[in-house]
């Protein structure tokens, strides 16, 4: 069995359905041999890391950054992880009222010093709500796990 772990600040409704959507793509039916498991980042510490096969964060923009959350999760883990999770395959998906460029450079500039590896682009979920980005939350969360269990992660 492969683990999945979502890390995703979850601060309004939305946010939260956000999340679901992601850990409800993931639990597909069809996909046997992942486990998913959703944590926010004040819950998730190194061990959750560690024992992952891959990881999906999820974050809010916050004055063009990532939410401070987010950055506590960083904050606490990156030294106890940094020489053990090289090549972890990761995805990032963002709420953004504005463009998400700031919030990306971020979260890709910490990663690229763990040494993880995306999977795809960053979904960037940017302006006004649309109920759209359920669906593309959900796909993304699909997509990360059933790439785990055939192992092309």
Same mark, same amino acid.
């Given at each position: 069995?492969? #683990?999945? *772990?979502?890390? /995703?600040?979850?601060?309004?409704?939305?946010?939260? #359905? $956000?999340?679901?959507?992601?850990?409800?793509? /993931?639990?597909? #039916?069809?996909?046997?041999?992942?486990? +998913?498991?959703?944590?926010?980042?004040?819950? /998730?510490?190194?061990?959750?890391?560690?024992?992952? =096969?891959?990881?999906? *964060?999820?974050?809010?923009?916050?004055?063009? &950054?990532?939410?401070? /959350?987010?950055?506590?999760?960083? =904050?606490?883990?990156? &030294?106890?992880?940094?020489? $053990? +999770?090289?090549?972890?395959? &990761?995805?990032?998906?963002?709420?953004?009222?504005?463009?998400?460029?700031?919030?990306? #450079?971020?979260?890709?500039?910490?990663?690229?010093? *763990?040494?993880?590896?995306?999977?795809? =682009?960053?979904?960037?979920?940017?302006?006004?709500?649309?109920?759209?980005?359920?669906?593309?939350?959900?796909?993304?969360?699909?997509?990360?796990?059933?790439?785990?269990?055939?192992?092309?992660?």
């Amino acid at each position: 069995m492969k #683990r999945l *772990l979502v890390v /995703a600040h979850v601060p309004s409704p939305n946010t939260l #359905r $956000l999340r679901d959507a992601i850990v409800s793509g /993931a639990s597909n #039916r069809e996909i046997e041999d992942v486990e +998913t498991i959703a944590k926010s980042p004040f819950e /998730a510490g190194p061990e959750d890391v560690l024992i992952a =096969d891959a990881v999906i *964060l999820g974050t809010t923009e916050n004055l063009g &950054y990532m939410s401070g /959350a987010l950055k506590d999760f960083f =904050d606490r883990t990156y &030294y106890p992880i940094l020489e $053990l +999770t090289r090549g972890k395959p &990761y995805a990032l998906y963002i709420r953004a009222g504005m463009d998400g460029t700031g919030t990306r #450079r971020a979260v890709q500039s910490i990663t690229t010093g *763990l040494k993880w590896r995306p999977v795809q =682009d960053p979904l960037i979920c940017r302006g006004d709500w649309d109920e759209a980005f359920i669906s593309q939350c959900a796909e993304l969360g699909m997509a990360m796990a059933a790439g785990l269990e055939v192992g092309v992660f």
